[in-house]
């Protein structure tokens, strides 16, 4: 499951500091959307949803935002440690009918110790 | 461990060969869902099966089948294989009617020479 080498953004932080991972999505009739993270040689792993009607979603040390006026989504990981350093996607699903989902291009998370 | 099982976990093939990947979806789970994640392109949806019917197509190349067994276990047919078809292939799987519990496997990793 690592990442094959993609050229990804990266985002450094130190250890115990809050990170904000920020994703754009496209399809303004998206209405469900999903953080993953992807740890080497593993695949991605469910982190936290957020429905359509809701603009923040809180799990333990996560937080989800979404903001529809600018189809922005982001992911807040609270007090950072060194077991979060992964890749990140977002992703998101365009069609109720299906159950595809659409990924992000996914940002590198370092945690600094 | 996620529950879903693929098989082999590295594959090594010539250019021209077919290969065959195996995944085991999580007990109970109906639904399961291909995803290729290459250098250039991240997660592409490929095919998604559902209690051993075809439900949803992605990019999925016309050399490329999928399949759902009646024990729920579903494989991907890789034929004429090229160069570019190297990448990690995930499986996930899901209960159909919410898309909650969407899990990956930890990925085939391909390599086509």
């Known amino acids: 499951g690592e990442s094959v080498g993609l050229h990804l953004p990266t985002l450094s932080v130190q250890e115990g500091d809050n990170s904000i991972i920020n994703c754009a999505y496209s399809?303004?009739?998206?209405?469900?959307f999903i953080w993953y993270k992807q740890e080497s040689g593993k695949g991605p792993q469910f982190i936290i949803d957020?429905?359509?009607?809701?603009d923040k979603r809180q799990g333990q040390r996560v937080t989800v935002l979404l903001n529809k006026t600018v189809k922005h989504l982001s992911l807040q990981i609270a007090a950072t440690q060194p077991g979060d350093s992964a890749v990140y996607f977002c992703a998101e699903n365009r069609d109720t009918g299906r159950r595809a989902l659409t990924f992000g291009s996914g940002t590198r998370l370092q945690v600094q110790p | 461990d996620s529950g879903v099982t693929q098989t082999p976990k590295h594959l090594i093939t010539a250019t021209g060969q077919r290969v065959t990947l195996r995944c085991s979806p999580r007990?109970?789970?109906?639904?399961v869902y291909w995803y290729q994640q290459s250098l250039d392109q991240g997660l592409q949806f490929l095919i998604q099966?559902?209690?051993?019917?075809?439900?949803a197509k992605g990019n999925i190349l016309e050399r490329f089948s999928a399949q759902q067994f009646p024990d729920l276990h579903s494989e991907l047919n890789l034929s004429s294989l090229e160069l570019g078809d190297s990448a990690l292939y995930f499986c996930?799987?899901?209960?159909?009617?919410?898309?909650?519990?969407?899990?990956f496997g930890s990925g085939t990793r391909l390599t086509v020479v």
């Open positions: 007990s109970g789970d109906l639904s």
């Open positions: 099966y559902y209690n051993g019917e075809e439900r």
């Open positions: 957020i429905r359509s009607n809701m």
């Open positions: 996930a799987s899901s209960v159909e009617h919410t898309l909650n519990g969407y899990t």
């Open positions: 399809n303004s009739a998206s209405d469900y």
